[in-house]
């Protein structure tokens, strides 16, 4: 067992908790990091960071939805003495153009790959578990679910891909060096034949209805959501519409040595509890 500290922020989200359990099962000291975990972390309060950051060599990174910040926290890590950075990133970042994801994920990677630590970068694409909770939301709660997304593909991710590509690169140190690994799924899916197959796991009648981009952003503000927050998800949308990110990659493979987790392993696991992958 390594006495060498990992510390993960984002510790409650979709890929820090799962992350953090699997570097515990391979026995790693883990700082677990978040708004409401013991140890708090929160980039809009950097007074706190020296503390997560005490003792840590490795940290994984999943940056806030805004230019800057990360390049304050790689500073105040290359102080501390930490070695190894290891980011989650998007998909195809370098297509997003100047739209304010491509601005937040080409800011968060420039601060890492400008820093004298050892880094790796993981550019997932949509997570398939979106499909699972709210503003993606499809069966097994019947419905119909509006996006604005139509014929081009997706290649969904799952999130148990992710989280086991970023244990093993955060456990091999040296190995992943200056890495950009792309993560997706095995193929692309239209958001409706997503949409789609769900439905058929689960039994329950759904049907995927495309609405514009200015429809969604409505919807969204009337949700609750901030107008900012709600453009913002809305132009990755008109993005994903343009095509660039719809390539998939055998990273996954590459890193795991076997393929990625195909959509309908996700669709099962959403629909009956007791499916399990062999």
Do not use: K
């Not at 990133?89 to 601005?103: F, K, P, R």
Request: charged share 25%; proline share 7%; net charge negative.
């Amino acid at each position: 067992m390594s006495n060498d500290i990992t510390a993960v922020l984002g510790a409650t989200g979709n890929t820090g908790r799962r992350v953090t359990a699997r570097l515990r099962l391979r026995d790693t000291p883990v700082r677990a990091a978040s708004r409401s975990s013991r140890t708090p972390f929160d980039w809009f309060h950097p007074a706190g960071w020296d503390q997560v950051l005490r003792d840590v060599t490795t940290a994984y990174v999943v940056p806030v939805p805004v230019p800057g910040p990360v390049h304050d926290f790689v500073a105040r890590a290359e102080a501390a003495g930490v070695r190894r950075l290891v980011l989650l990133s998007g998909h195809d970042a370098d297509d997003w153009g100047d739209s304010a994801s491509g601005l937040d994920m080409r800011s968060a990677e420039d601060a890492v790959r400008g820093s004298a630590l050892e880094w790796t970068t993981l550019r997932a694409s949509d997570f398939a578990q979106n499909f699972d909770g709210h503003p993606f939301r499809a069966p097994p709660a019947a419905g119909e679910p509006a996006l604005p997304a139509g014929a081009v593909p997706e290649p969904f991710i799952d999130l148990e891909d992710v989280a086991d590509v970023a244990a093993a690169v955060l456990s091999e140190p040296g190995q992943h060096a200056g890495r950009v690994y792309e993560l997706t799924g095995p193929r692309g899916l239209t958001w409706a034949e997503a949409v789609e197959l769900i439905s058929r796991a689960s039994g329950l009648p759904t049907v995927y209805r495309r609405i514009s981009p200015a429809e969604y952003t409505a919807t969204l503000v009337q949700e609750g959501w901030g107008q900012d927050e709600a453009q913002h998800l809305t132009e990755m949308f008109v993005l994903l519409e343009r095509g660039t990110a719809a390539w998939t990659s055998d990273d996954v493979a590459t890193v795991l040595g076997c393929a990625p987790r195909p959509f309908e392993d996700f669709a099962l696991r959403a629909t009956a509890a007791e499916a399990r992958r062999c």
